[in-house]
């Protein structure tokens, strides 16, 4: 496996971006963050330095529909790419 990823929970934590995050590694798993502000922050600093910032996967819909799936998407995307 190549494919590596470092975990931030709770809220974005530059001090374990810093030491755990390398050169090749795939991204990050995210997850349970309590703020717009430390998502922001994520993107910002995933973007900085692999130039890609993405969402493969939404909890909250795992059960619902495919247009409730698409909308919650939607949403979070919207909301990662504000200026």
Same mark, same amino acid.
């Given at each position: 496996?190549?494919?590596?990823?470092?975990?931030?929970?709770?809220?974005?934590?530059?001090?374990?971006? $810093?030491?755990?995050?390398?050169? /090749?590694?795939?991204? +990050?798993?995210?997850?349970? #963050?309590? *703020?717009?502000?430390?998502?922001?922050?994520?993107?910002?600093?995933?973007? $900085?330095?692999?130039?890609?910032? /993405?969402?493969?996967? +939404?909890?909250?819909?795992? #059960?619902? *529909?495919?247009?409730?799936?698409?909308?919650?998407?939607?949403?979070?995307?919207?909301?990662?790419?504000?200026?």
């Amino acid at each position: 496996m190549k494919n590596f990823m470092i975990g931030q929970y709770g809220g974005f934590d530059q001090a374990k971006y $810093a030491r755990d995050f390398k050169e /090749g590694f795939y991204g +990050i798993e995210a997850c349970l #963050f309590e *703020s717009e502000e430390d998502i922001q922050i994520l993107s910002f600093w995933m973007i $900085a330095s692999t130039g890609m910032f /993405g969402v493969f996967m +939404i909890r909250e819909t795992m #059960f619902g *529909s495919k247009s409730t799936q698409k909308q919650s998407f939607n949403h979070v995307v919207s909301r990662c790419l504000r200026g």
